[in-house]
């Protein structure tokens, strides 16, 4: 999956994407990450990205130009990407030259849609995602006609929206085959059915300061741990 991210904090991700899983996913070729500057598709000698609003207000809003300019730009990288393979045998290339549908974009809002792990697996399902984070007080309106989804990560406002993206990436990378370690731990734990929540885990040692790992777990009945596990889950 190449992942596209159009900011004006670049430098905020590597930190994040550079460790563990993530990283883990990169060096193994399963996810591509990489940023597109907002400022250099900015106006004029300055590189003006934002501007007062109209009808007045306090702040400043994201120009529709630069922002439509990267996710132009973004979307060109993506058919330039499947052209540069330039096989033909290859279905996956050709399913992507002929169904523009493999890839989206998706702006980081507290406005959007409320991200979920159904949404995080709808995603897996993609070639090419290219997420575009606001910041400052917002954006000019007219920009989400060029964006397929809005995706909020909970009712609650931050300062933009490089830190939703984050989460965004986290939450699908990790379900992309071949990142996580144990293949069935992202089927079983929290959420992933969308309903039960994980079932409490525990490893050594036994007794720790008192509190004793539950008798069900060292018992070795299979079937008695899984009903034990369904029903804490539940
Ligand atoms: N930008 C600012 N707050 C946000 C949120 N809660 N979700 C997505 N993008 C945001």
Redesign the pocket.
Known sequence: MKIQIITLFPEMFPGVFNASMLWKAQDKGIAEISYINLRSFGIGPRKQVDDTPYGGGDGMLLKPEPLVAAIEAAQQRTAYSVQRTGDKTNPKAARSTLNAQRSKVIL???R?ERYTQAKARELTQYDDLILVC?RYEGYDERVTEYVDEQ???????????EI?AMVVVDSVVRLLPGVLGGETSALIESFSDGQNLEYPQYTRPENFRGLKVPNVLLSGNHAEIDKWRKNKSE
């Not at 995706?151 to 929206?161: A, E, N, P, Q």
């Open positions: 980081l809002t507290p959007g606001a995706i909020s990560i909970g009712d609650y406002v931050l300062t933009g929206g939703p």
